[in-house]
Nanobody, 121 residues
Framework: QVQLVESGGGLVQPGGSLRLSCATS????????MGWYRQVPGKQRELVAT???????DYADSVKGRFAISRGNAKNTVYLQMNSLNPEDTGVYYC???????????????WGQGTQVTVSS
């Protein structure tokens, strides 16, 4: 079993900040990458930010310069620091981990349950 547990969502005013956390646990051989995705009603889930095991990061153009993704010391936790939030950042944020459970298995994506972020005055 693999579990992803997210936390840190909530309601914040425009211009404010939030920090999301996601911890991956279970039988894990290697984590290849972790990331955050965002979904709003009626739209497809979209990439917000990702980070590889080597520390390479990628961001959606809309969040560059405002959001920062990082990994914890244990390497199974990922954070998303969100600054200068605006109403367009509102949505359900999902954590995704791309991992191998065993040395012989294929890499598979696992998703968290999602955490709501609402930016509103």
């Amino acid at each position: 079993q693999v579990q992803l547990v997210e936390s840190g969502g909530g309601l914040v005013q425009p211009g404010g900040s939030l920090r999301l956390s996601c911890a991956t646990s279970g039988t894990i051989f290697r984590i290849n990458s972790m990331g955050w995705y965002r979904q709003v009603p009626g739209k497809q889930r979209e990439l917000v930010a990702t980070i590889t095991s080597g520390g390479t990061t990628d961001y959606a153009d809309s969040v560059k310069g405002r959001f920062a993704i990082s990994r914890g010391n244990a390497k199974n936790t990922v954070y998303l620091q969100m600054n200068s939030l605006n109403p367009e950042d509102t949505g359900v944020y999902y954590c995704k981990t791309d991992l191998k459970r065993y040395s012989w298995s294929l890499a598979v994506d696992y998703w968290g349950q999602g955490t709501q972020v609402t930016v509103s005055s």
